[in-house]
């Protein structure tokens, strides 16, 4: 009885604590139990979570899915964070794995403590004895990663505790296998096919290798897939006619080695087609391609394409080379009968033609056939060629100064062309026609007409001359006499003429024209320069006989002739010296004169002692003049020797 009661008493005390902690607390408690196992020889105890949690545990941090390539190394990383810990602290990591079937308990693989500087073990089973593990800190590595991997190990585990506190992470972890095996090849070794005529027909097969998730086989024709049609007219439903077009081979570990067949509806446009094969192994944003060439296909057929290729786009500009290829389908080979434009003619693939003005609308020419081909295919290239060319300029060559002079410019262009006129390298006028309303010398020249169109321009040059004559010399003019110097008076007639002139001088003198007479007082003198042409007329001895006087100068070139008049001042007589000096001449001869007379006449120089009237014999004459004593001794000799006589 004191043994029932004391049963009783201790379940009471028992239910009392459990009742006391979930009314009192609105936290929970981590129970725990302390665990043997052996781990790598060694006895170990370790703190392993219940169904409880501890009351204070937050479950932060996370853990990413791994996927790894079969023999590479996968690494998961357990991020971890405690609430209410101080920094440092201590803690250890428990790594364990699941199994993809997901009935057998977890398998632990190792653990990570960083007490005293941090240790690492790895559990002593089954799994772990084949692999290498290394643990440090949060993060775990499975060195060489294996397909069997994805069976034993499908999930991996962490759990975290720091004595007072835990956290679980979990992860997905996935070992793929990349296909390295990958063989295609076309079923004729030769690769030469006929035209199906809408049949299809297997022409090769690819197959995979072994990989893991299942690869993907596709075709590629130059670089395009190759879709995979339902079904043809002649074919039944699926891949045309067949179950399907090829197999699947498993393998260990859920690898699978795929087989396909390359089925194809050929025709003459998959001549020289370029066959590959693609296999593809994918696992999410993982992706991984092998591409195996097959080979290039022909298929038997005659010609029934030609192309014109050329190496620059039209339109064309006169003179310039252009290659041109003709290419054709067409097996057995095919050839070119003929290529070119006009008379420009080969039989290759390739030409070069120099473009011309006459080949504008017209076409390159190309045909090909296979030798047992009789009718050839042909095809054309309609060309467009731009010209400028035969640029000429019309209009005279020679004009008289005065006159009107119309130049015109055409060429032989297409598009049409725009003229522009230049002198000397100078813009002078816009358009096809260049007008000179007055022609003057500086008119002359030579004119270049540019003919543009597009970029293309030509030009053609037109010389100007201009003859005749000009006067530049006054029409008339006032000649002063005032001031007249010791040079005298001059005037000077001149002209701008395309050769040299001739001057002629006349003079008016009382109302009638006469020809100039030079002299040494009278004299002209004739000077040029480029175009100007002049005579300066002289007056030296300037006098009253020039007063009043017109000059006239007449300047002749051929037809042409021009006409300066000069109209001399008034000339007074001056008494300067030289009028004096010839004042007193005549006074002087005057008076020898009349002395001769009265001597002669014996009025004076008359003899004493004689009556009557005195002759010559009569007179003795004696100048007692200083200046002339001995020359008056002389002639009172002579005088006397003349009486005598």
Known sequence: MKSSTCLLFLATIVMAMITSSVTTTTTTTTATTAMVTTVANATVTIATETNATVSNATELGEMADVVAESGANATFTCDFDFDDVDEPFDYEVVWEADGEDGTQPSVRLAKFTNKNGGESLKYDNKLTSTRTLITDGNKLTIVNAKLSDNDLMHKIKCVVETGTQSQNHEAMYTVLLFTKTSAAQLNKPDGVYGISNDKSRIIGECTSGYGYPQPVVEFFKDGILIEKPNKTIS????????????????????????????????????????????????????????????????????????????????????????????????????????????????????????????????????????????????????????????????????????????????????????????????????????????????????????????????????????????????????????????????MTCSAESSSKPTFTWMKNVEGKTQDVEWSETLVRTSADSERIYSETVQIKDVNSAYSLMVFSCKVTLGENSHISTFQIGEIKESGGPAGIIVAILVILLIIVIIIGVLYYKGIICKKDGKSGDETADDIEVEIRKDGDIERGAIEGEKLLENGDN
């Open 235 to 490: 074919d039944a439903e699926g891949f045309f006619g067949f179950e399907s077009d090829g197999y699947d081979m498993e393998g260990v570990f859920g690898t699978v080695n795929v087989q396909r067949d390359l089925f194809m509806v050929l025709s003459e446009d998959d001549d020289k087609a370029n066959i590959s094969c693609k296999v593809t192994t994918s696992f999410g944003d993982l992706t991984k391609s092998v591409e195996v060439p097959m080979g290039t296909i022909r298929i038997t057929h005659l010609v029934s394409k030609v192309t014109i290729t050329a190496d620059k786009e039209g339109p064309y500009t006169d003179g310039q080379k252009v290659a041109f290829h003709c290419a054709h389908n067409g097996y057995p080979e095919s050839y070119v009968k003929e290529f070119g434009v006009g008379e420009i003619t080969s039989r290759q693939a390739d030409i070069e033609v120099e473009m011309t003005a006459d080949m504008d609308g017209s076409s390159v020419m190309c045909s090909a056939a296979t030798q047992a081909q009789t009718d050839a295919a042909e095809t054309s290239l309609p060309l467009v060629v731009h010209y400028n060319n035969n640029v000429q300029v019309s209009g005279t060559g020679q004009a008289k100064i005065g006159s009107s002079v119309t130049l015109e410019c055409t060429s032989n262009s297409k598009p049409n062309s725009t003229y522009l006129w230049k002198k000397n390298g100078n813009k002078v006028e816009s358009g096809a026609t260049y007008d000179i309303p007055m022609v003057d010398f500086k008119s002359a020249g030579s004119y270049v007409c540019v003919s543009t169109n597009y970029d293309e321009a030509s030009s053609a040059a037109h010389q100007l001359n201009v003859n005749g004559i000009k006067l530049k010399s006054a029409v008339e003019e006032a000649v002063s006499t005032e001031d007249i110097d010791d040079a005298g008076l001059s």
